[in-house]
């Protein structure tokens, strides 16, 4: 990996750790409440992440083998998810961001400009998955509606040239209306179901940093 992709893929674990640490307060009240996405929950949001790494992840592996790798992630796929307990959602998000991290750390120099080809898009290097993660996490960070808009965006992320279409779904997240969010009360039944906002940081970070726990 080179300098300019290392620090890519730091920005990428700043921006995945902020995701986190939003989405695991959001009491269950919140997560199935609409997000800013026309007909998804925020519970859509959030699986929409977990499989789209899962995807990521898979099409790496391929351009470490010099194939390519079909993915299969669709409305099926992401409603599964989304169904989850919130604490089980959680865990899904954070295991498949430290599966793909750990894919991207272990992927070979000469691996990142395999070209890789998605659906009806122009074949294009392994070493764009990285800012398609970024402008994912970003934009989709945006859309859960619960504070975190443009005006948040690391410079690097906000200056960053992209090609499009993700150019335009950058510049849609700019007319979004400045968001205020408080979360819903939580009944003492739902906040003993899981664990605690405490336990779930602890997994969290242990989940990006390698620890144990997570596949």
């Known amino acids: 990996m080179d300098a300019a992709l290392r620090q890519l893929n730091d920005q990428l674990d700043l921006g995945t750790q902020r995701l986190l640490d939003a989405a695991r307060v959001l ?30 992840r898979s099409l790496l592996a391929g351009a470490r083998a010099g194939q390519q790798r079909p993915v299969h992630t669709g409305a099926r796929e992401r409603e599964v998810a989304a169904a989850q307990a919130p604490k089980d959602l959680m865990a899904d998000l954070a295991a498949s961001a430290m599966a793909l991290r750990t894919v991207i750390r272990q992927l070979p120099d000469q691996a990142w400009s395999f070209r890789l080809k998605i659906a009806d898009a122009e074949p294009f290097p392994a070493a764009g998955l990285m800012t398609r993660r970024m402008v994912e996490i970003e ?56 664990p605690g906002a405490g336990q779930q940081r602890a997994m969290i970070l242990r989940s990006l940093s390698g620890g144990p726990g997570m596949a």
């Open 27 to 56: 009491p269950e009240p919140d997560l199935r409440a609409p997000s800013l996405l026309p007909g998804w929950t925020r519970a859509d949001v959030l699986a929409h992440l977990a499989r789209g790494a899962d995807a990521m």
């Open 139 to 194: 934009l989709h960070h945006c859309d859960l509606g619960i504070g975190y808009d443009a005006a948040r965006w690391p410079a690097s992320f906000a200056e960053m040239p992209l090609p499009e279409p993700m150019h335009s779904q950058r510049r849609e997240r700019l007319g979004y209306q400045p968001q205020s969010y408080q979360p819903s009360p939580v009944r003492p039944a739902q906040a003993a179901a899981g």
